[in-house]
């Protein structure tokens, strides 16, 4: 069992950045690869962005291309979500996720199903 406690979360102007972080209870976040999905208010929840277990591998939603990157640091057992160049459109409840199965395409990294871990949430809010 590996429990996943999301922060870094706030209100942000439209063109700022943040960073989130990913907190995992278990020392061995280098076993799992991990995953960052949203979801807006009123609209279903969507993938942002992913990380392989060796961390050799992103996949990245088409619309945070660019702006977002994945990034871990297995010794301290977290994941960050670096945001630059926020917009409106990205305010939602960011989550993080974590799988002990493999992760070898964008298709399967989108994929909420192929998780098994889930943090409770950070709210972004981008203002305009």
């Known amino acids: 069992q590996v429990q996943l406690v999301e922060s870094g979360g706030g209100v942000v102007q439209t063109g700022g950045s943040l960073r989130l972080s990913c907190a995992a209870s278990?020392?061995?976040?280098?076993?799992?690869?991990m995953g960052w999905f949203r979801q807006a208010p009123g609209k279903e929840r969507e993938f942002v962005g992913a990380i392989s277990r060796n961390d050799l591998s992103t996949w990245y939603e088409d619309s945070v291309l660019g702006r977002f990157t994945i990034s871990r640091d297995n010794a301290n057992n977290t994941m960050f979500l670096q945001m630059n160049t926020l917009k409106p459109e990205d305010t939602a409840l960011y989550y993080c996720?974590?799988?002990?199965?493999?992760?070898?395409?964008?298709?399967?990294?989108?994929?909420?199903?192929?998780?098994?871990?889930w943090g409770q949430g950070t709210e972004v809010i981008v203002s305009s």
């Open positions: 996720a974590a799988t002990s199965g493999i992760l070898r395409s964008w298709i399967v990294a989108a994929n909420p199903e192929k998780y098994d871990y």
């Open positions: 278990r020392p061995t976040l280098g076993l799992y690869a």
